[in-house]
Every structure is written in C-alpha cells, then in structure tokens.
C-alpha cells in the first residue's frame, strides 16, 4: 500500500476527476458514501440503531463537504437521529455549498459560531469529526478549537473523516503544543485510498485512534511515491515453492555469533528463528560456556566454541565466513573489548568475500562506540536497532519527522539497509524509500523478540534473498508469528519463544 502525502493526494483527486471524467462533487459523494458504509457498518455492531444521536461536525472545507454527504445518507437510515454541526466561516468550498443545500429537513442544523454556541454532548453520542482534513496548515484556534475540545471532553466515541481534525499531515505536531493539543481524538480514523505518515508514527498515532483505509477508485498511475506500507500481497510473491529435489546444501548455511554469560538465551533465540526460517543449515558460534545450553536447547543447529569461556574473542578454525552464505552477529554478546575486536575483523573478513550481515544488539552499540566503522561495512549489510540503538548510532531526534529524515541518510551514507524496530517497524534501503510494517501486536514489546528478528533475517539472507527483501519479508514474518502467537496465548501472557516458534507457520501466508 501506499503512503502519500496531502498534495499527492490532491495530485491523484485531480487525476482521478480527469481520468474518469467525474466531476470533484461526484468523487466527493463517492468517497462520502464509502465512509457511510464504513459508519453503517460500525454503529450496527455498537448499537441496534434505537433512536441514536449522530453529530456530524463539519468544517468550511472539503472535508465539512464529506461529512454533509454523510449526514445526507446517514439520515436515511432508520432509528437514527442525525445532526449537522456547521462551523460559521465566512467562506465555503464550492462542493461543501452544493452539499449543504441537499441536506434533508429531517436532518437537524446547528451553526456554531463560538465556544458559547456548543450544545450538549453526552458520551452516548456517536460522533463523525469532518471538520478539518489533510488541507490544514496551521493550528486550530477559536471557535474550532474550543469545539475540538468539547467533543474530546464529552466521552463520545468520534470517527474522523479522512484525518482527525487539526493533525498535521505530513509533519510533526507544532514544536510549542502543549498536552492537550487541539486536535481529536478520535476511536477511529476512516482515510481515503492510501495512508497518510502521520498514522503510522508514535507522535502523532495516538489521535488516530484505529484506522481503516477505504478505496474509492483514485487514478494512482502517476503517483510515485518513497513511503510504503507492507501488507501480505507485497512480500507473498517472494516464498517461492520449494523444488521437490532441494536438498539442506539448497538453502544456505547461516552463521550465527551470539551469546555471553548470562545471555545465552539470546543466541538460543535466534537459532531456533533461523532455523524456522528455512535455512539448510545453521551453526552458532558461542563462548564455551554456551556449548552444552545449545546443543541441547537447539539441536537441530551445529555448535562451535569460542576460546574464551564467557564472551565472544576470536576467529577460531570452525568460523571460516568462506563456508557460509550469511553471517549473524550480535544477540547477546556483550561489549567486551575482545568482542569489539573480534566485530571490525568480521567486518573486514565479510566484506573482503561478499557474504551478507544482520547485525543487532550489542553489535549496533559496538558500532556506535566506533563510528567510523559504519563506513566500512560489507555491501549487503542488515542493520537492526532498537530506538535506543538508533539514537546512539546517529543522535536524539527532534521529531519522529526527523528520526525518519535520520534513517534514510544512514541507509544512505553506509549503504545499508537499515530496519528501526517498532509498532510499525520502518525499513530504510539506500535510494531512500521507507517501508513500514503491517504486523505484529504490543505483546511483542518483551525481551528476546529481537533476536528472534534477527534468526529470521539470518536465515532468508542464506537463503538468497536481498538485504531488501530480507528485512521486509522478515518483518512481516516476525510480527505476524507475534500476532499467531498472541491468538493462542494472549498480548499480556507473550513470550520471545512464543514468536519464535510460530516463525514457520507464519511463513506459511495462506493460514
């Protein structure tokens, strides 16, 4: 899916009306009616339509012409007893003029001047916020404001038309908002044909409430775009069937370099992702206090041992990269200085035969006690970091705006691809395109789940696939074995090896 910014939507309605030959007030009464349906549907699931107050709210604009539109249809229906609340402005959109005269007398309206002009709302209210879409530039004041806060203090349960009225867009909340910007908030968001940035970004989600996309049949061909949101159908064609002749040799040997004293769950984690990932075969390289927890907790996987008891040091003969079509490095392995060592000569070694890296943890936080290192990586390089990790790899951001603008530039400069873990879990690739991730639940907010990520990316990078397809594919794989796994045990009661065991089910996109 994808994810567009308020002119390329304006872009694509202008297309739309030319492409098809409709008229603006024809795709406004198109998009009206979806998201009619879309309140039909929820208000006979919340209620049995006995005698429902509805409040349409509905600003001056082309998003107060939406919600005209919806008061219309909505005040067919029957047991509901529909209200427009209009916002006084001294001009109106040409659309919202041709909608405001098509109102039905048994709709009832109300003009709202100031804050002294707001009726009661009790909580049993159903509210349809349209008073301010992506068009908004500014913050509201006055009269849009005091009603803002009035339907945000009432209870009610609101569904924004488009975008929750007074969210910016495209950009960060204003640097001077205090706690109670005036914005709604609102239960539930219902957008138009693609998703917009601010949905997805921990800022600025928190008023969008849960939102469903609806399709009204906009002229997307000359939309391009760098922000996308992975869904199902875009990584399904990647899993290609396996050939009845393929044998382990077929599907890569992962090397996986993990663990410390104390922290051998970690490499435990990822072997057994990795190995649910498909990979042919999979050797994990511990200190050797690990060797009889891996052997026994993942046998399925070959363990070599490292001559330090307690942490990682040193090429030994067992970790030979040339034998191997991917290297993991990082869950668990702490930061002595003989592991820090030991990571600028794999990095060297990677990069010298080309064999693709997923680095996580305590690697990233090696990384940024030496920056110029991310300078040097090998080219197919996977990077994982947590927000804590991003931030010591590249510094506090100002806003969640900025943090991607973070993003995209250390893709960029060391040519990795770089995957920001989080509700919606954002990859960056070098040429500067974002994916955000469709999957996963709250419940995966425990410790392990990362190095769970990263068993799962090991494996489909020795299994062939590009960095690129590696990290979305494995997302998505993630989060949804998080959200399989959260089905059989609820969010509250996951565990890392809940997610991890329910990699290979996850994989399978038909169940």
């Known amino acids: 899916m994808l994810i567009l910014s308020a002119d390329q939507t304006r872009a694509a309605d202008a297309l739309t009306c030319q492409t098809q030959n409709i008229s603006s007030l024809d795709l406004m009464e198109r998009a009206a009616a979806r998201a009619t349906d879309a309140i039909d549907l929820h208000l006979g699931w919340k209620s049995s ?7 349409i709210a509905c600003g001056p604009g082309n998003n107060g012409g939406d919600g005209l539109v919806i008061a219309r249809l909505l005040s067919h229906l029957p047991g509901l007893r529909v209200e427009a609340w209009l916002l006084a402005a001294e001009r109106h959109s040409a659309d919202w003029d041709a909608n405001r005269a098509r109102l039905p007398e048994n709709v009832t309206v109300r003009t709202l001047d100031s804050a ?14 349209a008073l301010f879409g992506t068009g908004l530039t500014r913050p509201l004041d006055g009269a849009a404001a005091a009603l803002v806060a009035h339907l945000n203090a009432s209870g009610a349960e609101i569904i924004s038309i488009d975008v929750p009225s007074g969210l910016p867009t495209d950009g960060p909340l204003p640097s001077a908002a205090d706690q109670d910007p005036a914005i709604v908030r609102a239960t539930k968001t219902l957008t138009f044909q693609a998703l917009k940035p601010t949905f997805l970004l921990p800022s600025t989600a928190p008023w969008v409430g849960e939102w469903e996309v609806l399709d ?26 396996r050939a009845r002749f393929a044998h382990k040799g077929t599907f890569g040997h992962a090397l996986l370099l993990a663990g410390s004293r104390g922290k051998l769950g970690a490499a435990v984690l990822a072997a057994r992702a990795c190995l649910r990932s498909g990979v042919g075969l999979l050797t994990v390289h511990v200190p050797a206090v690990g060797y009889g927890v891996l052997q026994t907790a993942v046998p399925e996987a070959m363990t070599t041992t490292d001559p330090m008891a307690d942490h990682l040091s040193a090429f030994t003969d067992d970790v030979d990269l040339a034998r191997h079509q991917a290297l993991g490095f990082g869950p668990g392995i702490g930061r002595h200085s003989d592991t820090t060592i030991l990571l600028r000569e794999l990095l060297a070694e990677a990069r010298r035969l080309d064999v693709p890296v997923v680095l996580d943890a305590d690697a990233l936080n090696l990384l940024a006690q030496h920056p110029q290192w991310l300078q040097h990586l090998p080219p197919r390089t996977v990077l994982t970091p947590h927000p804590k990790e991003f931030e010591r790899l590249v510094g506090a951001a100002t806003t969640d705006f900025d943090r991607l603008d973070q993003l995209k530039k250390l893709a960029a400069d060391t040519g990795a691809v770089v995957l920001l873990k989080g509700a919606y879990s954002v990859i960056a690739n070098p040429d500067g395109s974002l994916f955000f991730n469709s999957t996963g639940n709250p419940g995966m907010a425990t410790g392990g789940t990362g190095d769970v990520l990263t068993g799962v990316i090991l494996g489909l990078l020795a299994q062939g696939f590009t960095p690129l397809d590696a990290a979305r594919l494995g997302a998505f794989v993630h989060g949804r074995a998080g959200d399989l796994a959260a089905n059989k045990h609820g969010e509250r009661g996951l565990t890392a090896g809940d997610v991890a065991e329910y990699i290979g089910r996850a994989l399978q996109m038909n169940v």
């Open 49 to 55: 339509y006995g005698n429902q107050r509805v409040v």
């Open 216 to 241: 009204i049949g906009l002229d997307l061909s000359q939309t391009t775009t760098d922000l996308h949101f992975t869904e199902g159908p875009d990584v399904q064609p990647l899993l290609a069937p």
């Open 116 to 129: 002294a002009d707001l009726p009661p709302l009790p909580a049993d209210t159903f509210v349809v916020d």
